[in-house]
């Protein structure tokens, strides 16, 4: 396999305009392929026609640009860091247009990677965002003859839209240009701490759907929530709003017991979402309650909190929803938007949409009626030792397609290169407990020991990069990640809830190494006319340089990215499959390498046909378009410490 050389310094961005879905090769040039929204389409299939990169000359990949974010030098100035550069660009007209992580917005020069204009909202003077900090994932475009608008949910709480071609606020949006998302729907400035946005806005029928992001892992009894809502994208004006933790009288409220709908909070809807413009559906993932890991203060479903909701984008009424994790102590939010796909089975043809998850399933429903296309079933999970607790006896399995990751462990998934390691890994479970998936967490005792393995962790499984989907062979592309974690809660203090997480003892492997067999990281494909998993290959090498193993010869085991670093979604064309991959240690294991790579596969077997080692770490979802005849691949590097840049390849 050829790796080929690399170089780093200017700037790039992309932007989309269209809400058609499938419609991935807008034309603006007669030679242009563009990238219209995050996920190229409106049902974010990540997939585009482009192949003028293919099997026999992507070895031939070098890079084309790179543009630097103006975060690296505001970060010196208001002496702040910059987080993750996590953002997929649009492309549109032969300009990309993208949010940095301190929520600049900028359009780049398709071309050449020069910068075109920057605007800067300023979203950096009210401190920091909730939960994860300064990260942001992208932009929405739309456009009505010579109206053309950029429209961002800022990390602390404006909307705010911008001329795409000049970057200057449009007037008649909002206060000149800008809509405070926090107003009306917090109730005290600690709130407005508590609320952030860092997903690319949805823009359909010339609505604006947004959600929030929420600060988790809460001590409090009392939190925060906020709706999804429904914004005119000429005026900024409210058209609706839908709450994801129902209110008195509304449907659903009875099953958060005790009035726990009054201050339970989270619940909330922090993913990007994927619509049908055709049918004028919104699909809109939502997270677990508030406190994630103790549920003794909320009983009962919680419903709509860890479900999919088919929202109708223009009066804002739920069409039909799917609660997968009832009464959720896993912290399992639907962490991606849902992906539609035209699909057949045995014969029948549905309009489908597809949810992947932390807990690695895939979720496939009729995206019109909210039927399952293959039976989901209710069956018996452990239920909780926790005083106050109160477990729901069964939770949601769909039949197909099968899981993509491991679920729960037992002895059998202990480590086993050698005999030696695996009676070291047999020694240290002693200590910790083992269960199917769903098993609750656990009280440590009075020592601080205990607690038991979830598998899948809380960063999963799929997270918030998702899936994509070919339309021609419909199948399902994700990386995704056998990750696990310790769930154990201990008494809260007086005012705090009753109990909630700690960390408990850190659970690694004999000498640093993972303590579960491998993979650690896949790539899968699905079948979703089938039900079926078409290929998993072991994504990265893993630790196979380790003193323990380097003698070995053992062949790729897979490296999972950090649950709040990832790298990002597939990116699909006509010809190839993209994903990054951004390891940089995972799990408290004792890793000897980083893995930072762009590849590229085979969609039909998995096979690595080219790769690209990085020195920045590749965050963000790739995405590619074709400007002026030549077909670009760009993705979103560094952050975190490091200088911030997009990179784009092309062939030479």
Same mark, same amino acid.
């Given at each position: 396999?050829?790796?080929?050389?690399?170089?780093?310094?200017?700037?790039?961005?992309?932007?989309?305009?269209?809400?058609?879905?499938?419609?991935?090769?807008?034309?603006?040039?007669?030679?242009?392929?563009?990238?219209?929204?995050?996920?190229?389409?409106?049902?974010?299939?990540?997939?585009?026609?482009?192949?003028?990169?293919?099997?026999?000359?992507?070895?031939?990949?070098?890079?084309?640009?790179?543009?630097?974010?103006?975060?690296?030098?505001?970060?010196?100035?208001?002496?702040?860091?910059?987080?993750?550069?996590?953002?997929?660009?649009? +492309?549109? %007209?032969?300009?990309?247009?993208?949010?940095?992580?301190?929520?600049?917005?900028?359009?780049?020069?398709?071309?050449?990677? #020069?910068?075109?204009?920057?605007?800067?909202?300023?979203? *950096?003077?009210?401190?920091?965002?909730?939960?994860?900090?300064?990260?942001?994932?992208?932009?929405?475009?739309?456009?009505?003859?010579?109206?053309?608008?950029?429209?961002?949910?800022?990390?602390?709480?404006?909307?705010?839209?911008?001329?795409?071609?000049?970057?200057?606020?449009?007037?008649?949006?909002?206060?000149?240009?800008?809509?405070?998302?926090?107003?009306?729907?917090?109730?005290?400035?600690?709130?407005?701490?508590?609320?952030?946005?860092?997903?690319?806005?949805?823009?359909?029928?010339?609505?604006?759907?947004?959600?929030?992001?929420?600060?988790?892992?809460?001590?409090?009894?009392?939190?925060?929530?906020?709706?999804?809502?429904?914004?005119?994208?000429?005026?900024?004006?409210?058209?609706?709003?839908?709450?994801?933790?129902?209110?008195?009288?509304?449907?659903?409220?009875?099953?958060?017991?005790?009035?726990?709908?009054? =201050?339970?909070?989270?619940?909330?809807?922090?993913?990007?979402?994927?619509?049908?413009?055709?049918?004028? *559906?919104?699909?809109?993932?939502?997270? @677990?309650?508030?406190?994630?890991? *103790?549920?003794?203060?909320? #009983?009962?479903?919680?419903?709509?909190?860890?479900?999919?909701?088919?929202?109708?984008?223009?009066?804002?009424?739920?069409?039909?929803? /799917?609660?997968?994790?009832? &009464?959720?102590?896993?912290? *399992?939010?639907?962490?991606?938007?849902?992906?539609?796909?035209?699909?057949?089975?045995?014969?029948?043809?549905? #309009?489908?949409?597809?949810?992947?998850?932390?807990?690695?399933?895939? =979720?496939? /429903?009729?995206?019109?009626?909210?039927?399952?296309?293959?039976?989901?079933?209710?069956?018996?999970?452990?239920?909780?030792?926790?005083?106050?607790?109160? @477990?729901?006896?069964?939770?949601? /399995?769909?039949?197909?397609?099968?899981?993509?990751?491991? &679920?729960?462990?037992?002895?059998?998934?202990?480590?086993?290169?050698?005999?030696?390691?695996?009676?070291?890994?047999?020694?240290?479970?002693?200590?910790?407990? +083992?269960?199917?998936?769903?098993?609750?967490?656990?009280?440590?005792?009075?020592?601080?020991?205990?607690?038991?393995?979830?598998?899948?962790?809380?960063?999963?499984?799929?997270?918030?990069?998702?899936?994509?989907?070919?339309?021609?062979?419909?199948?399902? =592309?994700?990386?995704?990640?056998?990750?696990?974690?310790?769930?154990?809660?201990?008494?809260?203090?007086?005012?705090?809830?009753?109990?909630?997480?700690?960390?408990?003892?850190?659970?690694?492997?004999?000498?640093?190494?993972?303590?579960?067999?491998?993979?650690?990281?896949?790539?899968?494909?699905?079948?979703?006319?089938?039900?079926?998993?078409?290929?998993?290959?072991?994504?990265?090498?893993?630790?196979?340089?380790?003193?323990?193993?380097?003698?070995?010869?053992?062949?790729?085991?897979?490296?999972?990215?950090?649950?709040?670093?990832?790298?990002?979604?597939?990116?699909?064309?006509?010809?190839?499959?993209?994903?990054?991959?951004?390891?940089? %240690?995972?799990?408290?294991?004792?890793?000897?390498?980083?893995?930072?790579?762009?590849?590229?596969?085979?969609?039909?077997?998995?096979?690595?046909?080219?790769?690209?080692?990085?020195?920045?770490?590749?965050?963000?979802?790739?995405?590619?378009?074709?400007?002026?005849?030549?077909? =670009?691949?760009?993705?979103?590097?560094?952050?975190?410490?490091?200088?911030?840049?997009?990179?784009?390849?092309?062939?030479?």
């Amino acid at each position: 396999m050829k790796i080929l050389s690399m170089q780093l310094g200017v700037q790039i961005a992309c932007l989309s305009l269209c809400t058609s879905l499938f419609a991935d090769a807008h034309k603006g040039a007669a030679e242009d392929v563009e990238w219209r929204s995050y996920g190229n389409d409106a049902g974010g299939s990540k997939y585009s026609s482009a192949g003028q990169i293919h099997a026999g000359n992507v070895n031939s990949l070098k890079v084309a640009w790179t543009w630097s974010s103006p975060d690296d030098e505001l970060a010196r100035s208001i002496r702040a860091p910059a987080g993750y550069f996590k953002a997929t660009p649009l +492309m549109v %007209g032969g300009v990309l247009y993208l949010s940095t992580s301190f929520s600049l917005v900028a359009a780049v020069d398709a071309g050449t990677g #020069k910068t075109i204009w920057i605007h800067d909202p300023k979203a *950096y003077v009210k401190g920091r965002p909730a939960n994860s900090g300064w990260q942001h994932r992208g932009v929405g475009y739309w456009e009505d003859g010579s109206d053309r608008r950029i429209v961002i949910a800022t990390g602390t709480g404006e909307l705010v839209a911008v001329d795409a071609a000049t970057g200057k606020p449009i007037p008649t949006f909002g206060v000149n240009g800008s809509v405070d998302l926090q107003a009306h729907i917090i109730r005290n400035q600690d709130d407005r701490k508590r609320i952030g946005y860092n997903a690319a806005t949805m823009i359909v029928r010339d609505t604006v759907v947004t959600g929030c992001t929420i600060t988790d892992g809460t001590r409090s009894i009392d939190w925060a929530t906020c709706p999804v809502r429904g914004w005119d994208v000429r005026t900024g004006e409210l058209k609706w709003s839908f709450n994801t933790l129902p209110k008195a009288g509304e449907a659903g409220v009875e099953t958060w017991e005790e009035g726990s709908w009054k =201050y339970a909070g989270a619940a909330n809807a922090w993913a990007t979402f994927s619509a049908d413009p055709e049918l004028g *559906y919104v699909y809109v993932p939502t997270g @677990t309650p508030n406190n994630d890991w *103790y549920g003794g203060h909320r #009983k009962g479903d919680t419903r709509h909190a860890e479900s999919l909701l088919c929202i109708d984008v223009l009066t804002g009424k739920l069409v039909w929803s /799917f609660q997968a994790v009832h &009464h959720g102590l896993w912290d *399992y939010d639907f962490p991606a938007a849902p992906t539609l796909a035209d699909i057949e089975v045995d014969g029948k043809p549905i #309009k489908a949409v597809a949810q992947v998850s932390k807990q690695g399933f895939t =979720y496939v /429903f009729d995206r019109i009626t909210g039927e399952p296309v293959w039976p989901i079933v209710e069956r018996p999970v452990p239920q909780s030792t926790v005083p106050g607790e109160q @477990t729901s006896a069964t939770q949601p /399995f769909p039949t197909k397609p099968p899981p993509f990751v491991r &679920h729960g462990m037992t002895e059998d998934d202990l480590i086993d290169f050698t005999p030696e390691l695996r009676a070291q890994a047999i020694e240290i479970m002693k200590d910790f407990k +083992m269960g199917p998936i769903f098993s609750p967490p656990t009280l440590l005792d009075e020592n601080g020991r205990g607690g038991t393995v979830q598998i899948p962790s809380a960063a999963g499984g799929a997270n918030w990069g998702g899936a994509g989907v070919d339309p021609q062979s419909g199948l399902l =592309y994700l990386q995704a990640a056998n990750m696990y974690m310790v769930a154990a809660v201990r008494p809260g203090k007086e005012g705090e809830v009753r109990y909630s997480m700690s960390g408990g003892a850190a659970l690694q492997g004999p000498d640093g190494l993972p303590i579960t067999k491998p993979p650690y990281g896949t790539v899968t494909a699905i079948d979703l006319n089938k039900g079926t998993i078409a290929w998993q290959v072991a994504h990265g090498q893993g630790p196979t340089d380790h003193p323990l193993l380097k003698d070995l010869n053992l062949p790729p085991l897979g490296a999972s990215s950090h649950t709040y670093l990832s790298s990002g979604g597939p990116l699909i064309t006509s010809t190839l499959l993209f994903i990054n991959q951004a390891q940089v %240690g995972a799990g408290g294991w004792r890793l000897s390498r980083t893995e930072r790579f762009v590849r590229a596969f085979d969609k039909s077997n998995g096979d690595v046909l080219w790769e690209k080692k990085l020195k920045l770490a590749p965050y963000g979802t790739p995405m590619t378009y074709v400007h002026h005849g030549k077909q =670009y691949v760009v993705l979103a590097t560094g952050g975190g410490g490091e200088p911030s840049q997009l990179m784009a390849f092309a062939l030479p």
